[in-house]
């Protein structure tokens, strides 16, 4: 892989950490795609580095682990809520430390422009014990990324890089100076570090406090702790893309940009909130450094409890700084999104509406099913939860509603956590059987058409293994699978739903049509795995002859 | 102080309709033209046909990737529907670009480079030189687009100029 750089570019947050981690020499980028986070993956692809999809999160970063453990640099993206999927192997990989860097990226959605909650990851930082940085802009998700390989190799830990959607997908100037690379891999044996028993998960928990309290030590003079001074009647404490903010709304305070966000650097904090006359903490989403520092003891003052739901702005900092708590101006709201003319999903939740079924929906595109004219989704909660949601309804609800019960899943989120999903359903059957739908448009439609282990591409679109679904379902045990065009048109996909749902039986329906967004490029990936595979075949006869 | 002399510009429509690209555009433009800049939009549910606004800020030196609600110098409207949702952005005094100012527009303009002729509007009344916009649309665009936007965006500027 060749380094890249140039004088000035003009990058995304996700763009920029892409470029970084293949100057710091990253060996493998993997993660799940979810809206902030997708482009990182996919640029860090185009531009030469190894990236690759996983089926979820956990997989991800269990894959970058075992590559940081070789001694490899890895890098893995997932959005906010990717991190509670992750957050399994996260809070041990703190124990056992990291010897090639490893960067996690959280792509954080406050005010939730794509998610189903805003949930604040810096909490992740405090609670498994991992250093975490901030980057307000592209230029510093350069920078950040980079630094963040070298201080995870420093300390041993990984390294949580927390973006938000308007770091991730702003764009502004980038000048990629030249980034350290890592090491070449080489296993070497270190059991009492990454065996995780008792006897060694003991001594790695006083491991990890001891790396944090250096760390802290580190924050207080690295570089990513940036002052900013101005005047001397407002200090302002902040960290991420509110330091932009403030920095428009006081022009004349000093500030104190957090950038390496967990451990504090409590001296150079200390030394801050003494060097101006009134000290403001103005921290996007929950009030994680105002209680802290309080609780160091520290003359500061934080923000009101409204300012912690959505994302903060300029006029927000402004009221935050003038203690202005009058309402404030609603945008006029804009059209809704829907799902697109021609989308396969339609004729199925037009089907679900009009059979007055109770659905347990799940997450993506067809998540829009919930909306006017289809009004057809019950449940919406976290990836996977369709099926095991569905089930519980089923459990519990009386027959006569128990029965009109249906879980509805895409298949990026079926190979995502709906495997686990079906294994409840089999092994804890309802009395009145469970009806699936698995809604397989043949791309992770929601994000931008990504790929995953059901379509039979990899991340750059080249022909990769292909899980087929009825086989999958059969194999656990599914006695009743069928397969159905929702496009057809000719009342098969009515007719497969009234079947399954009157059985009283387990039943999963496959409704199989390519995204209408997708189809053209699937059929010029399809296309070109077929002149591959042909000019491969011709090469290997050629060298047979010869 | 420098700040205070970022230009302010939003570009609103809905899905589908060039909007992102007309913001990366005019980036583009203010990048190649040494300025500063930074854009910031919502991406993901906004792709799906409903609303979408991008902004762009260029100047010496910006801060805020986001434009404050009445506080910006320019708003073009690629969507007549999403005029009252965006008004509110706009400063007193501030330039609307709307298809209407496209009403005269010489020639034959086709759809689907509305975005691009609004830019040639939105030129008007900006700073920036003429050679470098139309660098950004080839950088932007695909090759077999170029000879489209490029008339499009001509056609706007000189639909600007009837008006003015």
Redesign the interface.
């Known amino acids: 892989m060749a380094k890249i750089l140039s004088e000035r570019m003009l990058l995304s947050g996700d763009e920029a950490v892409a470029l970084a981690a293949l100057n710091a020499g990253v060996l493998l980028g993997t993660g799940y795609p979810g809206t902030p986070s997708t482009e990182i993956l996919e640029a860090f692809g185009q531009l030469g580095g190894k990236a690759q999809w996983a089926p979820n999160e956990k997989v991800a970063l269990e894959v970058g682990l075992g590559a940081a453990f070789a001694g490899a640099r890895a890098l893995v993206t997932m959005k906010h809520v990717g991190v509670n999927v992750a957050a399994d192997v996260l809070f041990t990989a703190a124990y056992t430390g990291v010897t090639g860097g490893l960067l996690l990226i959280s792509a954080d959605d406050p005010g939730m422009a794509s998610s189903q909650n805003e949930q604040d990851n810096r909490n992740y930082a405090r609670a498994a014990g991992v250093i975490m940085l901030e980057p307000a802009d592209s230029q510093q998700a350069y920078d950040f990324t980079g630094a963040g390989f070298a201080i995870s190799e420093q300390f041993g830990l990984p390294v949580i890089l927390r973006m938000t959607t308007r770091v991730c997908h702003s764009k502004s100037i980038v000048v990629p100076h030249p980034l350290v690379r890592g090491a070449a891999p080489t296993f070497k044996r270190d059991i009492p570090a990454r065996v995780m028993i008792p006897a060694h998960a003991r001594p790695a928990h006083r491991r990890l406090r001891d790396k944090l309290a250096r760390a802290a030590v580190f924050a207080e003079s690295c570089a990513q702790t940036l002052v900013e001074p101005r005047g001397k009647a407002l200090g302002i404490i902040t960290s991420g893309i509110t330091a932009m903010h403030a920095r428009d709304a006081a022009p004349d305070a000093s500030i104190l940009q957090l950038g390496l966000s967990y451990p504090l650097p409590i001296n150079a904090i200390r030394d801050f909130v003494a060097s101006v006359e009134r000290c403001l903490v103005i921290e996007e989403g929950d009030p994680i450094l105002v209680t802290e520092l309080l609780a160091a003891g520290l003359k500061i003052e934080g923000k009101s409890e409204r300012f912690r739901f959505g994302e903060l702005n300029v006029d927000r900092v402004r009221r935050i700084i003038a203690g202005d708590e009058s309402e404030e101006a609603k945008a006029p709201p804009g059209k809704p999104p829907m799902l697109c003319e021609g989308c396969s999903h339609r004729p199925v939740f037009e089907t679900l509406r009009d059979m007055n079924c109770i659905v347990a929906g799940d997450i993506g595109c067809y998540t829009l099913g919930v909306l006017p004219p289809f009004s057809a989704m019950d449940t919406c909660v976290c990836m996977g939860a369709s099926i095991t949601v569905g089930l519980g309804l089923r459990h519990v609800l009386p027959f006569e509603e128990a029965k009109r019960v249906v879980s509805v899943i895409g298949d990026s989120t079926f190979v995502h956590s709906g495997l686990t999903g079906l294994a409840e359903m089999v092994y804890n059957p309802p009395a009145t059987g469970h009806v699936l739908l698995i809604l397989d448009n043949g791309t992770t439609a929601m994000t931008g058409q990504q790929e995953h282990a059901g379509t039979g591409r990899d991340l750059m679109h080249g022909a990769s293994h292909k899980i087929n679904f009825e086989e999958v379902c059969r194999a656990m045990g599914l006695k009743q699978v069928v397969t159905v065009d929702p496009m057809a048109g000719d009342g098969s996909l009515e007719a497969a739903i009234t079947t399954a749902l009157a059985s009283g039986e387990l039943a999963v329906i496959v409704a199989r049509r390519p995204c209408i967004l997708a189809a053209p490029k699937i059929r010029q990936y399809d296309k070109a795995a077929a002149e591959k595979l042909l000019a491969r075949n011709a090469a290997c006869s050629a060298a047979v002859v010869d | ?1 420098s ?1 205070q002399k970022v230009v302010n510009v939003v570009v609103a429509g ?2 589908g309709q060039g909007v992102v690209k007309a913001s ?1 555009i005019l ?2 433009v203010a ?1 190649r033209a040494g300025l ?16 979408v ?1 991008s902004d762009v800020r260029f100047g010496p030196r ?5 434009i ?2 009445g506080e910006a110098d320019c708003l073009i409207v690629v969507a007549p ?2 005029m ?2 965006n008004r ?1 952005v706009l400063k007193p005094g501030g330039v609307l670009v709307s298809p209407e100012a496209l009403a005269n527009v010489p020639g034959k303009l086709q759809a689907k480079s509305i975005n691009v002729a609004l830019l040639g509007v939105l030129s008007t009344h900006l700073d920036l030189p003429v050679e470098i916009w139309e660098e950004a649309i080839k950088a932007n665009l695909a090759e077999k687009h170029h000879k489209l936007n490029l008339e499009a965006f001509a056609q706007g500027r000189a639909a600007a100029a009837q008006q003015a």
């Open positions: 102080m700040e809905l899905g990366d980036a583009d990048f500063d800049v930074k854009k910031s939009e919502i991406h993901g549910m906004s792709q799906r046909g409903g609303s606004a910006v801060n805020s990737p986001m404050t609600r529907d999403q009252d949702v509110h």
